[in-house]
């Protein structure tokens, strides 16, 4: 759908003022002290390190592409088989929530060792995209019409036939939308494996290179240029997604109540345990095949290392002791945060449906947000909020925001005209739209959105405390990487696998209730 002229001379004319008001506090060094420069001055540092650009920014792009490429396709694999066998989904909900979970600055240390060259990087920046893509797979190929898909089968059409009339048609602007958000999160996991791998290329390397030399507008000028590398990434998706979906979108309401199923507890609890064994025998398959290459058992610890570790062994209570006391400061901001962002995401993504100029104008401040590396802002988010809740909540709301965003504004796009006309018929206005008509419609999307930041808040906590304010799971595990403790390292990373599952699993549980009582299951 083509943007009314006034939409985009609002667009502009909105990043033209935010622009003159950053150079207007920049150069007044309203804010913490100079260490947020002004546009011109961050112009002028990105000039004269011009010469230093070229080979970081390929080596950051050419990993982050190959992660995009490579996590995407999986993830949309992987999404089709989940569609179509929901055993395979169930199955692997485990493995899909530790991979999404997992806080990718645990494994940097880990898989620099592990693995050769750069491909820690694309590992990291294809594990980024994997969980958002297939969320958006399932999604979208799941909220279907039930009588289309009733419709094939009466001409004769099975699974595959549905799958490629129905489900692939169906889903497809909402699986455009998860690869848009992907392309972002791909920049930001290359970034974040540069900042451990000691590469001599990349912009993470550059960062980290240029942090003690007191520039505020280099280290500005490098992240920019990191979200840059993301909005011209989003833009080419978001173009295909026009070119490709068009305004194609659902015609009908999928109708029908949610029928009550029959409860198979015995069977219940054989997919849980399947669900919960998978990463742990990929654990110890990924152990056993690194150790047949020679990487060192010290570095790599299987689950019964871990074990002894935390339970067996003479220290073990003093590990527990210590997580225990680290997980207590790292949980309540995660999920304070997790709320806050996607309170945050939900009110922005309302206010750009019914302004599409303002969400156009606000749009490349999200994507500062999420492709930014947070090395670079996190001074100037400690001077202006504090190295306490305040710090904390401003990351871990920049890393939760921007996913939950894109998918909540997919879901309200998508709501039919026919619709909109209804409610317009009626004599109701946008607030009846929004009320009867758009939040029901697009709440399993705002389950999904749920569902993405749930894991990525308590990571965003992780992030603050490594980078800021030196308390709980982040900052132990920053200690732990000094001291080369790679069982520590393990445990932190095991447990916060664990506590983002939880996360997650109380999320799935309350989108299940409200789909029920909305009568919205998947098809």
């Given at each position: 759908m083509s943007v009314p002229r006034s939409h985009g001379s609002a667009r502009w004319w909105g990043l033209l003022a935010l622009l003159a008001l950053w150079e207007l506090v920049g150069r007044g060094q309203w804010?913490?002290?100079?260490?947020?420069?002004?546009?011109?001055?961050?112009?002028?540092?990105?000039?004269?390190?011009?010469?230093?650009?070229p080979a970081h920014l390929?080596?950051?792009?050419r990993t982050a592409l190959a992660g995009y490429v490579i996590g995407n396709v999986v993830a949309i694999a992987c999404g089709m088989a989940f569609v179509r066998w929901r055993g395979a989904e169930r199955l692997m909900a485990g493995v899909n929530v530790t991979l999404f979970a997992m806080p990718t600055i645990a494994l940097v240390p880990i898989l620099v060792i592990a693995l050769p060259g750069e491909t820690p990087r694309v590992v990291l920046a294809a594990l980024s995209v994997y969980y958002p893509t297939m969320v958006a797979t399932v999604l979208g190929m799941t909220q279907v019409d039930p009588r289309l898909v009733?419709?094939?089968?009466?001409?004769?059409?099975?699974?595959?036939?549905?799958?490629?009339?129905?489900?692939?048609?169906?889903g497809l602007p909402t699986l455009l939308s998860g690869l848009r958000t992907a392309a972002p999160a791909a920049v930001l996991g290359s970034l974040l494996a540069e900042f451990g791998s000691g590469g001599s290329a990349g912009l993470g390397t550059y960062l980290i290179g240029s942090l003690?030399?007191?520039?505020?507008?280099?280290?500005?000028?490098?992240?920019?240029?990191?979200?840059l590398i993301s909005a011209a990434a989003y833009a080419t998706v978001g173009l295909l997604a026009r070119r490709v979906a068009g305004d194609s979108l659902p015609?009908?309401?999928?109708?029908?109540?949610?029928?009550?199923?029959?409860r198979r507890r015995l069977q219940d609890w054989a997919w849980l345990l399947a669900a919960v064994a998978m990463p742990v025998l990929l654990w110890w398959?990924?152990?056993?095949?690194?150790?047949?290459?020679?990487?060192?058992?010290?570095?790599?610890?299987?689950p019964l290392g871990l074990w002894q570790h935390l339970v067996a062994s003479e220290q073990a209570p003093q590990h527990l002791q210590v997580l225990g006391m680290a997980l207590l400061e790292t949980l309540p901001p995660a999920l304070v945060g997790m709320v806050l962002g996607l309170g945050f995401a939900f009110v922005l993504a309302v206010v750009t449906t019914?302004?599409?100029?303002?969400?156009?104008?606000l749009l490349p401040v999200s994507l500062v947000t999420q492709s930014m590396p947070l090395v670079a802002l996190a001074p100037l988010v400690v001077l202006?909020?504090?190295?306490?809740?305040?710090?904390?909540?401003?990351?871990?709301?920049?890393?939760?925001?921007?996913?939950?965003?894109?998918?909540?504004?997919?879901?309200?796009?998508?709501?039919?005209?026919?619709?909109?006309?209804?409610?317009r018929a009626n004599g109701g206005r946008r607030r009846a739209w929004l009320q009867y008509v758009a939040l029901p419609w697009s709440l399993p999307y705002l389950c999904a959105a749920a569902r993405l930041a749930a894991p990525r808040a308590f990571l965003g906590v992780m992030i603050a405390e490594w980078l800021a304010t030196g308390v709980g799971f982040g900052n132990l595990l920053n200690e732990s990487r000094g001291q080369m403790d790679y069982a520590m390292i393990w445990s932190v990373t095991v447990v916060a696998v664990l506590v983002a599952v939880v996360l997650h699993a109380m999320t799935v549980a309350a989108e299940r209730r409200l789909l029920r009582r909305f009568a919205l299951a998947p098809a």
């Open positions: 804010v913490a002290g100079g260490a947020l420069p002004a546009p011109s001055a961050v112009l002028l540092q990105w000039w004269a390190d011009r010469g230093d650009y390929w080596g950051t792009l009733d419709l094939v089968h009466v001409y004769g059409g099975r699974g595959a036939a549905v799958m490629r009339f129905v489900r692939w048609r169906s003690g030399r007191g520039n505020p507008a280099r280290l500005w000028g490098i992240g920019l240029t990191a979200t015609a009908s309401v999928p109708l029908g109540r949610v029928q009550a199923q029959p398959a990924f152990v056993w095949l690194m150790r047949a290459r020679g990487v060192s058992e010290v570095v790599l610890r299987d019914f302004w599409r100029g303002l969400g156009d104008t202006i909020f504090g190295r306490d809740w305040g710090g904390t909540l401003a990351i871990t709301v920049s890393v939760t925001f921007f996913p939950a965003f894109v998918t909540i504004v997919q879901g309200l796009q998508l709501v039919p005209r026919t619709l909109d006309d209804l409610v």
